[in-house]
Structures are given as structure tokens and as C-alpha cells.
């Protein structure tokens, strides 16, 4: 039993090693500056709707095949850390995500702590991060790009009507955790889990003909 445990841990951390490893040398597809530049366009907006819908034409004219199809662009809840928001997924694979992020209420609770940087741009409202460790806040605003870097953690505060477009780059599947722990623990909407869950599967099939052409064109070069 002993010796099965200590295999078992062994071989968590060469995965984690592993993987950051490669998180640390492979190409992306997104950076922080493109994805905040396409929203700062839009701050001051007094319809966030239309702003959102000209943010993803312009999302899918500038990363072509990467951005789900409309039938697939979808207002889904999240529930964690006891706040309250919803997201609309535009983009995932295993080491990044695009999506869009707000509340229609105020709310607030733990940032979490992610194996992941997230930066947030925002579009509309106001958006109040208590960093561990200090005894004040920070309030951003339209404009502002908040970030949070991986192992930090922070009190997040999102005033009514805030809007912002999120980018988070790192082992994408390890946030889901954190992502749906009070849908697991606390509000039990399944229905909630399974789009989220569905949604994320969808984005990571659409990129899988693209980790396709790139492992041919690591073979080809190989060769
Ligand atoms: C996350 O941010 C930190 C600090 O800026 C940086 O050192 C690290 O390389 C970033 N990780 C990724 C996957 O970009």
C-alpha cells in the first residue's frame, strides 16, 4: 500500500513537472495585449450586448477556426468561491481560453488559485481585488486590465453590470475544479455543470484537428 502510494506521488510529480515544462516553452496562439486591445475598443459602451457582438466578429476575423461557431456562443452561469457570474466561452484548449465574464448583480468571494495566469480587461462597471496579504483594495475600472498571476489569491468584488473580456493562459483543466465547486457543493444545479462541462468539451474538440496539423508538422520536421 505504502509503495503504491509512493508511486502514485511520484508519478504526480513528473506529470506536474511535465506539464510546466511545457506550459513554460510552447507557442500560443493569444496574448494578453491582443485579447485586452480588442476590448479596450469597447469601454465606455452603453450597450455591452452589441459591443460583446462585435467583439467576437472580431475575435473570429482575427483567430480563424478558433472561436466557436454561433450556435455554440452561449451565456452559461458559474458558481464559485460564493460569487455569482456567467461566462460566454469563445475560445478553449488545454493551455488557454477566451471568454467574456460578468454580472448582472453585485457579488463577491475568493478569486481562487489557479495553475494559470488570468487577466481580465473591462468593458463595463467595476471590478475590486483584495490582495492576500494587504489590508486594502484595488478598484479598477472601464479600461483597466486586472491581472492574476498563478498561485495568487485574492477577495474579488464585481459591482452590478460589470462586463469584461477574461484570457487565461496555463493547465486550463485544472481550473474547472475550482470553477464548478459551488455548483458541485453548494447550489447542486447539474444542468448548470453539464454546460459548462459540454461547452468546454466542444471548444476542445474544435481545437484538436489544429493539435493535429501541429503534431504533422513536428513529425514532417523530424523527418
Ligand atoms: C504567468 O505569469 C508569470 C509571471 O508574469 C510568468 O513568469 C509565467 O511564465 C506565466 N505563465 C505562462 C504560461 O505564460
Same mark, same amino acid.
Given at each position: 500500500?505504502?509503495? !503504491?502510494?509512493?508511486?502514485?506521488?511520484?508519478?504526480?510529480?513528473?506529470?506536474? @513537472?511535465?506539464?510546466?515544462?511545457?506550459?513554460?516553452?510552447? %507557442?500560443?496562439? &493569444?496574448?494578453?495585449?491582443?485579447?485586452? %486591445?480588442?476590448?479596450?475598443?469597447?469601454?465606455? #459602451?452603453?450597450?455591452?450586448?452589441? %459591443? @460583446?457582438?462585435?467583439?467576437?466578429? #472580431?475575435?473570429?476575423?482575427?483567430?480563424?477556426?478558433?472561436?466557436?461557431?454561433?450556435?455554440?456562443?452561449?451565456?452559461? !452561469?458559474?458558481?464559485?468561491?460564493?460569487? /455569482?457570474?456567467?461566462?460566454?466561452?469563445?475560445?478553449?484548449?488545454?493551455?488557454?481560453?477566451?471568454?467574456?465574464?460578468?454580472?448582472?448583480?453585485?457579488?463577491?468571494?475568493?478569486?481562487?488559485?489557479?495553475?494559470?495566469?488570468?487577466?481580465?480587461?473591462?468593458?463595463?462597471?467595476? !471590478? /475590486?481585488?483584495?490582495?492576500?496579504?494587504?489590508?486594502?483594495?484595488?478598484?479598477?475600472?472601464?479600461?483597466?486590465?486586472?491581472?492574476?498571476?498563478?498561485? $495568487?489569491?485574492?477577495?474579488?468584488?464585481?459591482?452590478?453590470?460589470?462586463? /469584461?473580456?477574461?484570457?487565461?493562459?496555463?493547465?486550463?483543466?485544472?481550473?474547472?475544479? &475550482?470553477?464548478?465547486?459551488?455548483?458541485?457543493?453548494?447550489?447542486? $444545479?447539474?444542468?448548470?455543470?453539464?454546460?459548462?462541462?459540454?461547452?468546454?468539451?466542444?471548444?476542445?474538440?474544435?481545437?484538436?484537428? &489544429?493539435?493535429?496539423?501541429?503534431?504533422?508538422?513536428?513529425?514532417?520536421?523530424?523527418?
Amino acid at each position: 500500500m505504502l509503495r !503504491f502510494i509512493a508511486k502514485l506521488l511520484i508519478f504526480v510529480v513528473i506529470c506536474i @513537472f511535465s506539464i510546466q515544462y511545457w506550459l513554460e516553452r510552447k %507557442s500560443y496562439l &493569444f496574448d494578453e495585449e491582443a485579447v485586452a %486591445s480588442i476590448a479596450r475598443k469597447h469601454v465606455g #459602451t452603453t450597450d455591452v450586448k452589441a %459591443s @460583446f457582438k462585435k467583439i467576437i466578429q #472580431t475575435f473570429r476575423q482575427r483567430y480563424p477556426g478558433h472561436i466557436l461557431p454561433p450556435e455554440h456562443i452561449e451565456w452559461v !452561469f458559474i458558481n464559485a468561491g460564493g460569487w /455569482m457570474g456567467s461566462f460566454c466561452l469563445l475560445h478553449a484548449s488545454l493551455t488557454e481560453y477566451v471568454l467574456l465574464f460578468g454580472t448582472a448583480v453585485p457579488t463577491s468571494g475568493h478569486s481562487g488559485r489557479y495553475w494559470a495566469n488570468i487577466s481580465d480587461t473591462i468593458v463595463t462597471g467595476s !471590478f /475590486m481585488q483584495w490582495k492576500e496579504g494587504e489590508l486594502s483594495n484595488v478598484v479598477y475600472k472601464p479600461g483597466d486590465t486586472v491581472l492574476h498571476v498563478w498561485g $495568487d489569491v485574492a477577495a474579488v468584488s464585481w459591482a452590478e453590470g460589470t462586463w /469584461m473580456v477574461e484570457y487565461g493562459r496555463g493547465f486550463i483543466p485544472s481550473t474547472l475544479g &475550482f470553477g464548478l465547486s459551488d455548483t458541485i457543493f453548494s447550489t447542486q $444545479d447539474f444542468l448548470t455543470m453539464y454546460y459548462v462541462l459540454r461547452v468546454y468539451i466542444r471548444a476542445l474538440l474544435q481545437e484538436t484537428g &489544429f493539435l493535429w496539423v501541429d503534431f504533422k508538422n513536428v513529425i514532417k520536421n523530424a523527418l
